[in-house]
Each structure stands twice: as C-alpha cells, then as structure tokens.
C-alpha cells in the first residue's frame, strides 16, 4: 500500500540511508544497469539529490502548482543530456558518498511543510509531490547499482504508486494490469529496466 502522507518525508531519508551505507562495499568503476553509466555516475547523480532537494525547500512557499507528480516524471526524458554531463562530471571529482549531503539535508526534508510549494528547475510542485519524485529517484537508481540496494519498503511502494500516476495519464486502461504486478517487477517495467510483454509493452517505459 502507499505510504501515509506524512511518511514521505522519512522514507527518503531511509531511502538515502540504506544507499549510504552500502557504498563501501560498491565498486564505483563496475558498470551499473544503466546503460553507459558505471556505478560511480550513479552515485555521482544521487549525490546531487540532498543538496537540490534542501535548495528548493528553501523556496516554499503558499503559491499554488503548476504541475504534480506524474507532470515531473514524465518530463525527465528531456532533462537526459543535461542530468548525464552533470553525473559524469560528478563521478570524476569522486562525489559518490551519499552520507555527507543526507546528513545536511535531512532536518529540512524532515520538517518540510507538506502543503507549501517550490520552485525546482521544471515549475512550481507541492513539496510532498517533490519528495515523491526525489524517492522514486532513489529507489529506481538504487536498483541501477550493481550490487543492487533493496529499497526501503515504503519508499518501493510511493515509486511504485507514483509510476501508475504517470500510467494513469498515458494509458489509464491499463493501470489494473500494472497494479496486478509485484512492485518490484512494475518499477522495472515503467522504468525501462526490463521490457514488458503484452499489453504494457506499448505502453513502457513511462519514464527513463
């Protein structure tokens, strides 16, 4: 089931934990799932989340939305070229330990006001619809690393939840059919990490 609305705020920040502290045993020059990327790079992207998660929450603010949830995910496709430079830049200076940037995040995402908005690089969202974005990031590229980070329970069913969302507007007939499946096996579908067959497989992946 998804997460109460209150638990976003710290199912992130176990997210970000459990991806802090398997980094040890990671092997930054071993390739990832993503295609292209080492697992560095992932890293290097995921190292970037705290600190833009605590810029933007310094920007809330009572003015209303302009897109929600499914609007922010759907839209990462375009933002490709530019979230790649800035991985392969960040694996180069060797930003891959997550637990500095969570630790100077973590009051703000713990006491962020759920009802406010922020401004983030693609418009104006709710910050609970932010978190959302930012735990399906890393619960999806957590999965990217080999070996992989089993996702914090909650956090694995607000991305899963979330990824309907975007189903939901692209081809809402088949929103029971992914629902049906494990969260596990649905994540990897919509996300491109494995190829579905049937009827998602014209409708997959809803985001890259």
Known sequence: MPAERGDIRSALIRQWELI????PAID??????????????VLA???????????????ASGEGPDMDVAQNLAATRSYRRLIDA?????????KFDLAGPLEAARASVLSAPLDDSIQTYQGIIT?????????VEAVVHGSDLVEPVLPDPVAEAVTADALISVL??????????ARALPRGDWIAL???RSVATGPLAGATPVMS
């Open 20 to 23: 802090a502290e398997a980094y």
């Open 190 to 192: 919509a996300t491109g």
């Open 86 to 94: 800035s991985a392969r830049e960040g694996a180069s200076l060797q």
């Open 45 to 59: 992207h995921l190292y970037v989340q705290p600190h833009l998660v605590a810029k933007f929450l310094r920007t």
């Open 168 to 177: 939901a507007v692209s081809a809402p007939a088949l929103v029971a059919e």
């Open 28 to 41: 930054v020059v071993a390739p990832s799932r993503v295609d292209g990327w080492d697992n560095g790079e």
């Open 127 to 135: 910050v609970e619809d932010y978190l959302v974005t930012r735990c």
